[in-house]
């Protein structure tokens, strides 16, 4: 295993989230208030949470994610005054038991995992925050098996599916996002209790295209502290391609076959696993 991975639970983390950190999640003190942004890696974090950013009058502020860092991170938690939008990719069974107790809010994004696996692949290429991988093939038998930063895409996913009803989690999903931004959007902004008019709606569609954060990312990246993800702060790695369906130039028909059988197999009892039926 590479120097900048470690085992915790069984499941890969990166050596910034240190052990420490990790085991000690659930002395985390949660507020009512707090938004959870959740998701597991490259299913559009940035995006989403650049969203509830630009919301005009939300009255918060992002941090840093909880998983980032070591122990003094709680500390640091203590010192935001403003409503806290914290992003995690951990699953459910990690999150802080006091966050489960507690009537938070938790948006929770989805996106086709094999949009994910090729998103991931050129994560794991550029980020050196990960370890180096040689070819497409090599990473996708390792996203098969989920031995990669945050495990099984199928564990990530069903871990939060048990919870879906629940009436303070949201699903967001990157392919709704992208078909439909506004209703997205306005979705967010309706959960968190937020009012926008449809003027400031269509600000945020802009604010958030693709090209327009892309183009931002050079300003963006003079903040450190703005980190959405605990893999990197760096956000020329994030603004890839950003589209639906690039898998298709990935993928061989064998792989195809493969991940389907596993997907069929794995998510057989997911009402979240229709979502992705349209983008196979
Ligand atoms: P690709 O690698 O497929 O381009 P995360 O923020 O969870 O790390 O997810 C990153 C993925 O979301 C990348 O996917 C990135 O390009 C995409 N993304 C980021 N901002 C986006 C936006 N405004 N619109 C569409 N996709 C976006």
Known sequence: QSSVLHKFKGVIFSTMSSEELLNSLDSFEA????????????????WIAKVIENIPNAR????????????????????????????THL????????????????????????????????????????????????????????????????????????????????????EEMKKDPSKNIKKIATFLGLNMTDSEINQIVWKTSFAEMKNNTAK?????????????????????????????????SKQKRVFDELFTEKMKHSELAKHFGDYS
């Not at 507020?31 to 959740?38: A, I, K, P, S, T």
């Not at 840093?64 to 806290?84: A, H, V």
């Open 31 to 46: 507020r009512e208030d707090d938004v959870f942004l959740v998701s597991y890696p490259k299913s559009g974090t940035h």
């Open 220 to 252: 963006e990246n003079c903040d450190p502290n703005h980190t959405i993800c605990a893999l990197t702060s760096n956000r020329n790695l994030v603004f890839r391609k950003g589209a639906v369906g690039d898998w298709i130039n990935y993928f061989t």
């Open 91 to 174: 699953s459910y069974s990690m999150l802080p038991m006091n966050v489960k107790q507690k009537p938070c809010k938790i948006i929770y994004i989805i996106r086709n995992p094999k949009d994910i696996a090729v998103s991931f692949y050129h994560y794991y290429r550029d980020n050196p925050n990960l370890p180096s991988i040689e070819t497409w093939h090599e990473f996708f038998e390792l996203f098969l098996k989920g031995d990669v930063v945050y495990g099984s895409w199928f564990d990530h996913v069903l871990s939060w599916e048990e919870h879906k009803n629940a009436k303070n989690i949201l699903i967001i999903s990157y």
């Open 60 to 87: 918060i502020t992002l941090t840093p994610p909880i998983e980032l860092g070591d122990i003094s991170k709680f500390e640091e938690l203590k010192t935001y005054c403003e409503r806290r939008v914290i992003p």
